[in-house]
């Protein structure tokens, strides 16, 4: 059991805002951790938009 876990090879991914055909690949665990990526970059964006409307 320990040389299977050895043998795996980890492939990482750089997510974007738009993903990516590889992400949708994985299935549901990709769609979740761009869905995750993509919020996080749209709160930001949109902290950003407020702190330039109050200044």
């Not at 040389?3 to 665990?29: P, R, V």
């Not at 951790?33 to 930001?44: C, G, H, Q, Y």
Request: proline residues 0%; glycine residues 10%; positive net charge.
């Amino acid at each position: 059991m320990e040389n299977a876990k050895k043998n795996k090879k980890l492939t990482e991914f750089k997510i974007t805002k738009e993903g990516s055909l590889g992400l949708l690949a994985y299935g549901d665990i990709g769609l979740r951790e761009w869905r995750k990526v993509r919020n996080a970059i749209l709160k930001e964006e949109g902290n950003k938009s407020t702190l330039d409307e109050k200044e």
